[in-house]
């Protein structure tokens, strides 16, 4: 890849950061990780207590983006075509018509996914892994770019079910938005003051340039020593004490797309061990589960995959 290649895809994350940032104080960290995640092609888990600002970092997103944003709020009663589509009889043409569901678009806010049943979580399974939808036989294919931005509480929260560790598998990264800082708090109020804030944030890219953009991302180079440094990391999640479930092969791709993005992000055309250590936290923590000793302990999943990336040894840059 050449250098202009890499300076645009930079200059785009740092545009639809920047909108970002207009409406969500003192979180650069998770607005980064964000961008990272839409432009590797992948889907993001935002995972917190209530009013922190998971809805709106996920907004935020959506309107940098010049596409098409839809929002399906999960409640115990949202049913799998209520997603996905259903067909409808058609009473003049006398035929049966595909009613598409809250998944088609660009962005979609999943807002609390683990409200839904089971079943309806489910229906998001083939579209956010295969990118189409299957319904009566025929398979209808998902607008490029695809991203699912999912919120969810907590769930030791009442009223809420746990994803299928299936499901878990698909987000490309996981992040939590944690309570802001006092001052970032206080700006946040008076910001408020002044109406709806995500009217602040206006459409800095294409549907066009944000694909190009993607693709250009393949180029970015991942020599065999990196691709075993990613594999030495989630083999690691499989045999460490702390863990009874470690990451899955769909784990070592995300983490070399994500790391291809940062790459990108800081001039380079190659992957070097830091852009693998990165965001290893956010891609990873969410895919294993603590052994029922390790949560008596207290250790949380990031705690034991830090301590792992921090295990394996990273190749020589020499």
Do not use: C, W
Request: hydrophobic content about 45%; aromatic content about 4%; cysteine-free.
């Amino acid at each position: 890849m050449n250098a202009p290649h890499i300076a645009e895809i930079a200059r785009l994350a740092s545009l639809i950061g920047d909108e970002m940032a207009r409406v969500i104080e003192g979180k650069p960290q998770q607005i980064r990780t964000a961008v990272t995640v839409l432009l590797a092609g992948g889907h993001l888990l935002i995972e917190d207590v209530p009013g922190v600002g998971k809805t709106v970092l996920a907004k935020s997103l959506g309107r940098a983006i010049s596409g098409d944003v839809k929002r399906i709020q999960f409640t115990p009663d949202l049913l799998p075509s209520d997603v996905t589509g259903v067909s409808v009889f058609n009473q003049l043409s006398r035929e049966f018509e595909f009613k598409p569901g809250g998944i088609f678009a660009n962005v979609v806010l999943g807002d609390e996914i683990n409200r839904a049943s089971p079943k309806t979580q489910s229906a998001l399974l083939e579209a956010m892994a295969e990118g189409q939808v299957s319904a009566d036989g025929k398979t209808y294919r998902l607008s490029r770019p695809f991203m699912v931005i999912a919120t969810q509480n907590p769930i030791e929260m009442e009223g809420t079910y746990p994803l299928p560790e299936a499901q878990r598998d698909r987000f490309m990264a996981r992040i939590e938005m944690g309570y802001p800082g006092r001052e970032a708090e206080a700006r946040m109020l008076l910001a408020r003051a002044g109406g709806d804030q995500l009217a602040k944030v206006n459409p800095v890219t294409s549907v066009e340039e944000l694909n190009a953009a993607m693709q250009a991302l393949a180029d970015v180079y991942v020599a065999p020593i990196m691709a075993d440094y990613i594999v030495r990391i989630i083999d690691a999640t499989r045999s460490h004490h702390d863990l009874r479930l470690g990451a899955s092969p769909r784990a070592s791709l995300h983490l070399m797309q994500v790391s291809r993005v940062v790459a990108a992000l800081d001039g380079r055309d190659y992957v070097i061990p830091e852009d693998v250590q990165a965001l290893a936290v956010a891609v990873l923590a969410h895919r294993v589960m603590t052994t029922v000793e390790a949560q008596v302990a207290g250790r949380r999943a990031e705690e034991v995959i830090a301590q792992v990336v921090q295990s394996v040894p990273a190749p020589s840059r020499g």
